[in-house]
């Protein structure tokens, strides 16, 4: 059983353009999502956090946008750069039990020069 | 850096065999986390521990046991290996003496490959 989802296993994107990576969660009890990116031979680290109380958080060139309803959040990089070229993964935690956090499957972003 | 030190970078070795993966966390970090990260899979939460004591199980095979020690660092054992188990593990900490918020920092894996 999946609770994290990541439907695109990857995304190639030009250089300045708007890259957007999305996430799909099955679980209503998650509260905290959270964005990790990943290059080859090291550990994930971590991006961009939103609650579920707010339905966007900014940091820089990265927003990451909550549909609660939907059961959806998204990641948008504007401008993308050659350096975003990673394994986006998607993350929850719920209250109820804090201390899993879920990702999922992730998603390879290629920004091309 | 994020801090968190695992070791060996890289093992191999043969089925029915069992290993020892190794984590030292961030200095002051009271959380230890540790997940799978099989070929083509994201990462699969296998366990947690917070100051010693186990907090959290995920998908984690009963050949498979860990602990944390009182000096905070983590040991993954794996047993009776099979080919299945070849994946890259990472361990994770965080700083947490209540509600976590999943900000974790990663070391850069250990990579088993079992043949």
């Known amino acids: 059983d999946q609770q994290v989802k990541q439907n695109s296993p990857s995304l190639s994107v030009q250089e300045g353009r708007i890259s957007i990576l999305n996430c799909d969660y099955t679980?209503?009890?998650?509260?905290?999502f959270l964005w990790y990116k990943k290059y080859p031979a090291e550990g994930p680290t971590f991006l961009i956090s939103?609650?579920?109380?707010?339905d966007k958080n900014e940091d820089g060139r990265f927003t990451v946008f909550l549909n609660k309803s939907a059961k959806h959040l998204s990641l948008h990089i504007v401008p993308s750069q050659p350096g975003d070229s990673a394994v986006y993964f998607c993350a929850a935690s719920a209250f109820a039990s804090y201390d899993k956090v879920i990702f999922g499957p992730g998603t390879s972003l290629s920004v091309i020069p | 850096d994020s801090g968190v030190t695992q070791t060996p970078k890289h093992l191999i070795t043969a089925t029915g065999q069992r290993v020892t993966l190794r984590c030292s966390p961030r200095?002051?970090?009271?959380?230890v986390y540790w997940y799978q990260q099989s070929l083509d899979q994201g990462l699969q939460f296998l366990i947690q521990?917070?100051?010693?004591?186990?907090?959290a199980k995920g998908n984690i095979l009963e050949r498979f046991s860990a602990q944390q020690f009182p000096d905070l660092h983590s040991e993954l054992n794996l047993s009776s290996l099979e080919l299945g188990d070849s994946a890259l593990y990472f361990c994770a900490s965080s700083h947490t003496s209540g509600r976590n918020t999943g900000e974790l920092f990663f070391g850069e894996g250990s990579r088993l490959t079992v043949l």
């Open positions: 679980n209503s009890m998650f509260d905290y």
């Open positions: 521990y917070y100051n010693g004591e186990e907090r």
């Open positions: 939103i609650s579920s109380i707010k």
């Open positions: 200095s002051g970090d009271l959380s």
